[in-house]
């Protein structure tokens, strides 16, 4: 089992499973009633200390601070808001590793995407975190702290909330934070409205399939064909398309749910009307909805990839349509911003990185 990375003796109570988070505290802390308590203002509050816990006697909140910790990352960096309202911060964590994450508002419900690990090593070319290649795992407490720490800043409900780690990293290959982190996410937001997604790891996925509660599942297809995905994701050599799209099939989705068929959408690659047919094909006979996503360039990118002209896309959706594919096409600044996750770090790696004169 992996231990969670820290850098302190104590255990921070936010890398801890709810019922592990009982058991730790249950030695030090009298009556049983003064356990929920300090679960209270973890899990519905989110708080960062000890001292918050304004119910406990000051002993009892000095005796908890010896023994444990509650840390979270810390907001380095965040973008001016966008014009409708997202913002994209970069984190840094204990040992200096940098991550992103992002808030979109969208009317009376709010989208929180978080970064799963420091890094990636999938290598995916699209994608910046991809090109600057693999980080370490994130703890769990490192996961739900991007969350409570954006909700904090930007005065967000729990209940307001949507989260989707499509940020930094690839959840499956952090299996177990990210459970655990989910768990911990389950005291405050239903697990419907979270949604993790993957580049197709499919041991992770049959991993997802096991859970008791599941959040949603959303996969980066992003290619109509083995040959053409392979070029972009190398990950289809290990876990080819046709076994990713049949372990999809077997996935146990509740009533109402789909998965999500992310797909980059790059200009004269995989946008034309026949790619549409071909992808309706591939999908064809499991619950899947299409999330197209116009490619958002990047100087760390391939000069090749392009975004698709607004009539390219529309045609290519109207196609999908057409087969009877759901589709929706993200097109809002906020959207492109988390469909860009990487590159808020990936300027800041090539600030360190140019020459100082
Ligand atoms: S798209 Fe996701 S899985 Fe692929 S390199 Fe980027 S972060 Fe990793």
Redesign the pocket.
Known sequence: MERPHTTTRRVNLYDLAPGDVASALAPFVAPSFRIRQVQEWIYARGVDSFESMSNLSREARADLAARFSLAFPVARERTEPAHDGSVKYLFTLEDGALIEAVYMPMGSRTTLCLSS?AG?????T?????FFGAGRNLTPAEIVGQIHRVRHEQGVANEALNVVF?????PMLNFEHVATSLEIMEQSISLKRVTV???GIIPGIEELAKLERRPNLAV?INAPDRERREEI?P?TKKYPLEELIASLRRFPLETGRDITAEYVLLAGWNDSVADAATLAKLLRGGRFKVNAIPFNPDPALPSWMKRPTDAAIDRFASALMRHGVPVTVRRSKGNEIAAA??QLRGRTERRRAAPKG
């Open positions: 690990q990636c090593a999938v290598g995916c699209f994608c910046v975190t991809g499509m940020g930094m990293g690839e997604s993957t580049a980066s994701m990950i996750c990487g």
